[in-house]
Each structure stands twice: as structure tokens, then as C-alpha cells.
């Protein structure tokens, strides 16, 4: 049973995967404007990433699911009295990256802000503006310290991603429900799905351990 | 050159800065000293606006420094500095720190900067140096291409804020030498330091400063010798 699973539950993990990747890759693009406009000094735009983040990182995952996917049409219906159901895969990668891009920021934020203050004064002592400093100095050093958080988001996500079982999306927790419900071997693919869910992750934590060696260039001191 | 009008400069309740007025003439060497905690390092960093000050006016070379309407980088742009834990950029080798700022603040190409670059290594002998990253570099060698990057944009004055207090003991030398050179040859420097051979030597003016003020100045002969306020002599008799 366990082996007759596999084909299935490899065809659920590759949607799991690609899932994954699209709803990181959203919350790293919120991440990062969100992280760096918890920085600004413009106060709307802190004050707007604090909400954001509190909101997000505050509230369980499921039930942002549940509301973008269940509550947000049936609002839509209310109000204009139509029927607009949103597409699964949409609503559910949404959901994802809304939320990764809540802990992206937080990672964002505190990698630039973990760079010594003296960089920026250096910087801007030679006549930098703000913004190349930033750009020439900051970041190319935040990214570094970024990665390994980033990669424990991608992980936390992965299987994070398992809750859009609940709305009926095929990811791999659903495709190997949709197989007991033929076969009645609970244990043999549950069994099969969590070894998929440790294989991936295993495999993620290799590469951003490579990721790591390969930008760690020579900045131990100073 | 320099200008400095009755600066204020609190962080909170705490008055660091209370009234200090002095002018720095062009290729004048000023020595800074005094206790920790006197403000000498604030001073200094106030001159390139790194601390904004309180109240007062600074003037560099006709410019309103503290003017809410001066574009600060360009001043920031004709006055290097020179800090204690070098800060250089630990993800660019030596030649890189000393190129950046030319290329992206004076707009240099490349190769022009390059040439500016490997020309005051070659001065300081760290040109085999030029492609090595800072953390493969001993403090004085560091210290040392700071200064050179902060050469590398011309600047009308160079401010060193306790540019050898993290040094081994065997490296205060050559990071002095340098700066000693640049004296030479008529930079103007302000230089907060605990080096009083530094001072006496090089020193065209020194500055005692305690709590906030400019307790007393002179030059570098009259201050170590004969100073007149107590502070001042029961502060040298502890360190000399």
C-alpha cells in the first residue's frame, strides 16, 4: 500500500512544491518592502508595516485561508449578489504569501538593522546618499545574514502549506487523504506523506546550507 | 576653513556639548584631547554633521553645515573621516572601500578611480594589498587603507576620530606616520587622539576640552607645558 501511494503522493509534493515556491517568492517581494518601510522614516509607512506584520503573524494561517477563500466571496456575494468563487490555487497561494511576507519583513528588518551602525556612518561620511548606502553597502551585506532565516521560512512554509488541505486543494496532505478515502491504509500514507514532507525539507535545508557557503566571502571581522 | 559657533548638542537630558566656539584655519593641524566623556568625539562628528547638533552654527569652507538647507553629502563629500574601528566594508577588498565612493559620489569612471586608488596605496605601500578583503588585513594595515579612503575623495579636511585607540600597541606607528605625512603636505586635520607625542609633534593647535567645553587652547609648547586652567594640567599630569 505504502508503495502503490508513492506515485500519487509524488504528483501531490510537486504541487506542494511549486505552491511553496510562488507563495515565498510573493512573500519575499512583500517582505522586502514591507521590512525596509518598517525602516523609512516616513511614519505612514512604519506604521502601515507594524500593522501588517502584527496582523499577519498574529492570526493563525488556517483561518486566513479560510477567510480569503471562504469569507471573501461570500462577502463579494453580499454585496453585489453574484456568485464569484475564487480559484483554489489563487486563494490559497495568496494566503500563503500574505503570511510569509509578515515573517519575511521581520527577517528583512532585522538583517539590515543587524549591520554596525558604523557601515552606514562610513557610508554616508564619504558623501554616500541614503539610498546608495543602502544599496552599495547594507543590503549587499543583509542578504547574507537573510539567507538562513530565509531558508527556515521556506521550510516553516513548506509545510505550512499543508493547511490548504482544508479548502480542497490538491497539495500532497490532500492527495494522500483523496487516496485513503479509496484505499482505507490511513497509516501506510500518512506514513508516506510525512517522509515526502521530511525529504523535501531535508533537501531545502542542503541547499541553503550551500546558498550560506557560497556567499560566505570574507567578512568574519570588522 | 572651519567655523564653529556656540554648538550645543544634548542626547536627551544629557548636555554633551555646551557652547563651543572655535575657527580651524586651512592646512591648520588641531589636536582634540581631554577625558572620555569631555565630547571631543561628538565635536567631531557634529563637523560633518554624523551628530546633528542641538543649537549653533558650523561653517566649512563658506558653507552653513547646520543650514537645514544645505545639501549635506556634498559637504560630506570634502570632509573625510577617519573612525576608530575603521568601518571599512567588509564585502569589498581594499581597492574596492577606496574606489566606491569616487565612482558613485564624484561620478569618476572606473579606471580613473582605479589609477587614483592604486597611486595612494602605492604612497602608503599597501598596493599588493589592493585585492585583499579587510578581514585578511592586520588593524593598522585596515586603519591605514581608511585613510586612503578617505583620500581617494580629495576632501578639503580630514577629521580622524580616535583613529589609533583600537590598535595593537606595534601598529600606532604606521597609521601615525601616515597621518603625520598628510601634515605635511598641508591637509587640514582635525584629530581627537590620546597620542600626545602625536600632538606635540604634529599639532599646530591643541584643544582641552572637558564636560562639554573648550576648557583651554594653545599651541601644542604652552598647552604641555605651561597650561593655565587646572583641568587641564591635573589631566596631562595623569596621562603624560
Redesign the interface.
Known sequence: MFFRALPHLFTGAINTIWITAIAVSLGVIIGVIMGMSRLSGNLFLRTASRVYVDCFRGTPLLVQILLIYIGIPSLLFAITGEQMPINVYVAGITACGLNSGAYVAEIVRSGIQSI?R??T?????????KA?TMR??IL??AI?RVIPPLGNEFIAMLKDTSLLSVIGLEELTRKGQLFIAVTFAPFPVYLGILLMYLAMTLSISQLVAYAERRLA?????? | MIEVTNLFKSFGKLEVLRGITTTIAEKEVVVVIGPSGSGKSTFLRCL?L?ETPTSGEIVIDHVSVTDPKTDI??V??????V?Q???????KTALENII??PM??RGLSRQEAEERASDLLRKIGLEEKAHV????LSGGQ?QRV?IT??LA?QPRVMLFDEPTSALDPEMVGEVLTVMKNLAQEGMTMVVVTHEMGFAREVGDRVLFMDEGQIVEEGSPERIFTQAEQERTKSFLGKIL
Open positions: 554596525d558604523g557601515q556612518e562610513a557610508a554616508r561620511s564619504l558623501g554616500m546618499t546608495q552599495y553597502i549587499p551585506q547574507k566571502v570574507s567578512d568574519r571581522s570588522n | 560633518n554624523l553629502n556634498k560630506r563629500a570634502e570632509v573625510g573621516m573612525f574601528h575603521f568601518n571599512l566594508f567588509p564585502h566606491l565612493a558613485k559620489v578583503y579587510p578581514d585578511s585596515k581608511a579612503r578617505a575623495m
